[in-house]
């Protein structure tokens, strides 16, 4: 049975490894403002580590990241940037409102408005950065049993116009496997009924972020 949907959605937290519950805690990361490649909700994320940002949060699934270092379907854990969780969504002052400002999304070349209650033009990213939190994510085809366990899937390259409201449409690369440079984990089927078919692309599969991959471990 084909699955329901393969139009992708990012990833999505649910458990913890060992299939406890998750409390969905999220960290800050300072936003640099004017930054060079936006950053999306559900997209993977990492700290710059180059070009006169370092220290900042960027995009790790656009394949050039705002450090010019390689992402989505070209990550390698070897001399890029390595992962330190999922965006889910930003806090800055509009620079043309003076207004505080929730979003899922920052686009490319956003300037951002001084806080005065820090005196920082920085926005700040809401980050899920638990070592061992699970995400949900649709594969970009099918997927044998000999793969889950294997670390080694990158999502799909992501452009600013993949975006749906701010929110991240990646995919879990597949036929690009690699079994320990690249992102994530294939831990286990998502057991969802209608997107269950791991012989069809669209599938929804549970992953986490690969040891070598993650900055945390």
């Known amino acids: 049975m084909a699955n329901a949907s393969t139009v992708g ?76 969780g999922v965006f889910n969504g930003c806090f800055f002052i509009n620079s043309t409102t003076s207004k505080p400002t929730f979003a899922n999304s920052v686009a490319a070349s956003t300037t951002f408005g001084t806080d005065y209650n820090t005196g920082s033009n920085d926005g700040i990213g809401f980050v899920n950065d638990n070592p061992q939190q699970e995400y949900v994510i649709k594969t970009d085809a099918a997927v044998t049993q000999a793969m889950i366990g294997d670390a080694g899937y990158n999502t799909n390259s992501f452009t600013a116009t993949d975006a749906k409201d701010g929110q991240s449409t990646v995919t879990l690369d597949i036929g690009g496997g690699a079994a320990t440079t690249h992102m994530f984990k294939l831990v286990r089927s998502a057991d969802d009924p209608n997107n269950n078919d791991l012989s069809a692309a669209g599938a929804n599969v549970v992953v986490s972020i690969a040891q070598a991959s993650n900055l945390y471990n």
Not at 10 to 17: A, C, D, I, N
Not at 32 to 41: A, P, R, T
């Open 9 to 84: 959605f990012g990833l999505r937290t649910t458990s913890t490894v060992g299939n406890t519950p998750a409390t969905s805690g999220q960290s800050n990361y300072k936003i640099k403002s004017g930054l060079g490649v936006g950053i999306f909700k559900n997209n993977p994320v990492s700290i710059q580590d180059a070009s006169g940002d370092q220290g900042y949060l960027q995009d790790a699934s656009f394949a050039t990241t705002d450090d010019t270092g390689s992402g989505g379907a070209a990550f390698d854990n070897s001399g890029h940037a390595p992962l330190i």
